[in-house]
Each structure stands twice: as structure tokens, then as C-alpha cells.
DNA sequence: AGGAGTAATTTTGCATTCATTTTTTGTACT
DNA sequence: AGTACAAAAAATGAATGCAAAATTACTCCT
């Protein structure tokens, strides 16, 4: 407990694994990406304090550099910052989830608009080959793959808008939403997978027929649909029942 | 305030004003709110450096509290952080502002779909008070008049989205382009003064029909026609011409 | 004069220190 | 025992200190 970092100097965690060479020129920078993937990975519980002196001794640095990143994370929306008291995880309220449903399916529902105009062939027939993978794993009631190619269809769209501030836009809100999926253990039902699969099949009919105005809508109810599954979710947590395709 | 500062002490700015009573608990709170108009408002030029002893002194305080807010500022995409070189202002090239202009669509397109679901005849009403207020600067050739009240029947729709989360997002991007318009003297042609009109009636119409794709649509389209000609007027900068409505 | 090289100065990034505030612990009192 | 109060401990917020990097100023040379 005491332990006031005298001089040993002892990095406890690893020292930057940097999964994937992101962004990183500074101490304060390697620690926003580090501190958000672990709030975002659930290790603090919802509405819990955020132990700046700990997560000081584990990232072996001193106060400064991580509190610049918790105003960062704080202006991302992650956690809160409540006055000479700390740090917080951010609780989200089933108002705040279904106002971040609204605005990821705004957000699709314009990549979708911005993506019949830039869209190429080949770039829908990667999206088709997602789209057969995930009926795969479908039939094959694969959950976590289905969910997989699920997320990569709709990161296709986000990229095909050709659009970098809404890209960065879109992942901070699914940052958001993300800690929720760790922490709840959330799960679509299966039951919503027909239907969901019925309105990929329109997704992508839209697409190769380039219909903006069209796919925006269908993005959006899609996304809306899955809002109304998720917050049922949240209200009564688990329920893995069966369900024939 | 404590009176520690040694020797030079020199608070040149007046002391926080905040105006409007907005959020501001801490220092680094205000300093954040002071700062981030300061840089709206167009105070350093594209490009510059943001001098960081000069504003501590200005502000009357130290470099800590100033740095946080510059990380915030940063992660909003109003500045940009140099490893080892400081704050830049956030140039935005053009490609920038297209893509701001489309995300800000995007967010208004989504507003008005939502509100559809929400909004009450009071609140039509009120906008559409806006909308002959608006009207009327239009007539008088009274471009700032028009600029404003256009700019709450936006905020009115947006609000009436009943969704603080989507409300934050527009007022982050909203303050993104602000500092363009500041600094760029940024003006609507008057040609576009007649079609942005018939614009607005259509909005009002689908709004009062409470039709959501529809509206959906029409601002998207709205807003886009408004990035076209902020695009074109950014490249021949200063164009005042008359036009007849 | 112009430019390469170098020393002085400033700026930046982070660690450390200090004054407050909050939280916890301990103690006395009803 | 339970509560009210007070003291101790810990935390937070901000200022200051310090080493490394970048910028500027300067010198010397051709």
C-alpha cells in the first residue's frame, strides 16, 4: 500500500504491447489508448472510482500524464469527473443507452448515405462475402462469429462513407457502448437473428442499387431494431433460449 | 483565488466572467471554457502555435491545469498536439470541412428524424415563429438576422430530439466550423438565400406532417446544398454581391 | 554576404511538491 | 450500543522543479 515508488522504479505491467502500433508519441498519448481499452474492457466496475495513485503504479508513471488522460477520457464520455472527489466510471443509464442506440443508428444510417456515393463493386462484394460468412454462422447458431461479421459489415459501410471524422465519430461512441457488451455480458437473442439477417439481405440490396436515401432508412431501423433488443436485454439480463433459424 | 503567485502575478484577463453560468467547478474546468472560446473565436490564426507560457500568464494560472484543457481541446479536433512541439491551431483543409459538413448532416438529418417522434405542436409552432422571423430578416436583406434565427430553428430542431447525447456531438462539430466561420468571415452567398427559404418550408412541412424519413432527407439535402456553397465561397473568398430575393 | 556549425535560450513533458478537501479512523459521550 | 465529534490519513487539484528536446541567436569560416 505504501510503497511511494522510492526509486525502484518497477513497471509492473507490461511495458506498452501497443497492439497494433497505434498512435503514441508521447507518455500521456500510450496512456489514454492503454487507460481507455481498460475501462472500455470492463476491469473498473460501473460507477466506480478510478484509483489514480494504483493505475499510477501500474502504468509506472506519475499523476500528471495519467490525469491529462482522464480529462481526455472524460470528454469522450468514458467516465466523470466530480469535483475535488475523482474520477468515475460513467454510468449509463437505460436513457443514456437507448440516446447512444439513436446516435450510432444516425451515424450508420449516414455512412450508408455517404457510401452509395462512393461505394465501389469490389468493395460490396467484400461486403456480400461478410454477409454469406455471417449466414454461416448463423446456421451454424456460431453467436460470437455471427456477431463478429456483423460488426465487420458495418465498419465496411463506415469506411466505404469515406469519411475520417465520422469514422472517429462512430468509434468513440462504440467505445461507449462496447464497455456496456463487456461488463453486461450482452448478447443479441436469438430470436432477432432472422429478422436481422432479413434486413442485412436489404442492407445490401440498397447498396448495390446505390439507393441513399433508401439504405439510410433501413440503416437506421436496423439499428433501432437492435436498440429495442438490447435494452430488453438489459431489463431481464439472461436468456439463452433456443431458437430454430 | 489564493495569492501565492510570487512576484509577477500580472492577471491580465478579467476573471472568469462565465458567461452564462455554465459548468466550471474546478480550474481546469474553467480554464477548458475560457480557452476553447478563446480558440472559436478565432483569437490565434490557422496553423499557430498555441503559446502556452502567454496564455498561463493570461489566465492567471499555471501550466498544469492549461495542459489538460489543451488535451481536451485536442480530443475535441479544435487543436492538434505536437510531440515535443506544443499546440497547433487545427487547420482544416477543405477535404476537412466537407467531411465536417457531412457529419454535421448527418447529426441534423438524424435530429429531425427523431424529433418527429417527439416534438409537440407548441414547439412547431415556435419554429415556425422562427421561420417568419427568419423571413422577415430575409426580405430586409439583413444577413446577420437571417444567419441567427436560421441557426436557432437548427438548434430548435435538435432539441426537439429529445437526445443530450446527440445534442453534445452537434454542439462539438457545430463548434468546429464556428472557428472557420470566424476566422474565414464565412457567409452564406445571397443567391442561396431564396432556395435556402424553400428549403426551410419543406422542413416545416415535414415536420409539421411529423414525416420522418422524409425530413430526414430534406435536412440532409439542406445541409448539403449549405456545405456547397460555404466550399465555393472558401475558394473566392469575398463575394458580397447583391441579388433580389 | 551567406551558410554551416554551435552555444544560449526557450519550450515541452513529466515528476515532484504543497495546500485543500474528502474520507476514514478513533474517541468520547448519551 | 449508537451517534456526534475530532483527529489522522488519504485523495485530489494545482504549482513548481527539472531534464530533454526544440528553437533561436550567435560565431566563425569561406
Not at 505504501?2 to 497505434?22: E, L, M
Not at 454510468?91 to 455517404?114: C, N, T, Y
Request: with cysteine.
Amino acid at each position: 500500500m505504501k510503497s511511494t515508488i522510492p526509486d525502484t522504479g518497477v513497471p509492473i505491467a507490461p511495458p506498452a504491447t501497443n497492439g497494433g502500433d497505434r498512435e503514441a508519441a508521447s507518455l500521456h498519448g500510450e496512456i489514454l489508448l492503454r487507460l481507455r481499452d481498460y475501462v472500455v474492457e470492463g476491469h473498473i466496475p460501473d460507477g466506480g472510482r478510478v484509483p489514480e495513485r494504483q493505475l499510477c503504479e501500474m502504468f509506472g508513471i506519475s499523476r500528471t500524464p495519467l490525469r491529462e488522460a482522464l480529462k481526455v477520457l472524460a470528454a469522450e464520455g468514458l467516465i466523470e469527473l466530480l469535483p475535488n472527489r475523482g474520477a468515475r466510471i460513467r454510468q449509463l443509464s437505460q436513457r443514456d443507452l437507448e440516446e447512444l442506440f439513436d446516435v450510432m443508428a444516425g451515424l450508420e444510417s449516414l455512412a450508408g448515405r455517404l457510401a452509395c456515393e462512393a461505394i465501389t463493386d469490389e468493395e460490396i462484394t467484400a461486403i456480400e462475402q461478410l454477409h454469406y460468412e455471417m449466414y454461416g454462422h448463423y446456421l451454424h447458431r456460431d453467436m460470437h462469429g455471427y456477431f463478429q461479421a456483423n460488426q465487420r459489415i458495418h465498419e465496411s459501410i463506415v469506411a466505404a462513407a469515406r469519411n475520417e471524422t465520422l469514422k472517429t465519430a462512430y468509434a468513440n461512441f462504440a467505445g461507449r457502448i462496447r464497455r456496456v457488451r463487456y461488463s453486461a455480458n450482452f448478447a443479441r437473442k436469438r430470436q432477432r437473428w432472422a429478422e436481422a439477417m432479413r434486413e442485412h439481405e436489404a442492407i445490401l440490396d440498397a447498396l448495390r442499387r446505390r439507393a441513399a436515401s433508401e439504405l439510410s432508412d433501413i440503416l437506421f431501423q436496423h439499428l433501432r431494431n437492435k436498440r429495442t433488443a438490447a435494452i430488453e436485454h438489459l431489463a431481464e439480463p439472461e436468456q439463452d433460449a433456443p431458437a430454430a433459424p
